[in-house]
């Protein structure tokens, strides 16, 4: 399975950008699927995460309210929404797979894409 992020770039805080992960080589509709995030110098942290049905979703605390995680079984296709952006959000972001239900955990994740860099100027 391969997982292709992208939709990053450069945004000034408050702004919004759309990230989207693609798939390939798997039966996406049948992966619970995740987004998490690396700051420069810090871990890999949890962003978002759900269900093969999309019907079970979960957040990290600083982002509930401002992100919105969705997929499109259909196009195998994962996105989250990133609105009013602050600095502190600024990271590569991650799309995962995993073939259990939705985790917080990096661990429980099969499959990961490249990463796309988000960076929010303040």
């Known amino acids: 399975v391969q997982l292709q992020a992208c939709g990053g770039g450069l945004v000034q805080a408050g702004g919004s950008l759309r990230l989207s992960c693609t798939t390939s080589g798997g039966n996406f509709g049948s992966y619970a699927m995740g987004w998490f995030r690396q700051a420069p110098g810090k871990e890999r942290e949890f962003v978002a995460t759900i269900s093969f049905t999309g019907n079970t979703i979960d957040y990290r605390d600083s982002v509930k309210g401002r992100f919105t995680i969705s997929r499109s079984n259909a196009k195998s296709t994962l996105y989250l929404q990133m609105n009013t952006l602050k600095p502190e959000d600024t990271a590569v972001y991650y799309c995962?797979?995993?073939?259990?239900?939705?985790?917080?955990?990096?661990?429980?994740?099969?499959?990961w894409g490249q990463g796309t860099q988000v960076t929010v100027s303040s």
């Open positions: 995962a797979a995993a073939f259990g239900g939705v985790s917080q955990q990096q661990r429980d994740y099969t499959y």
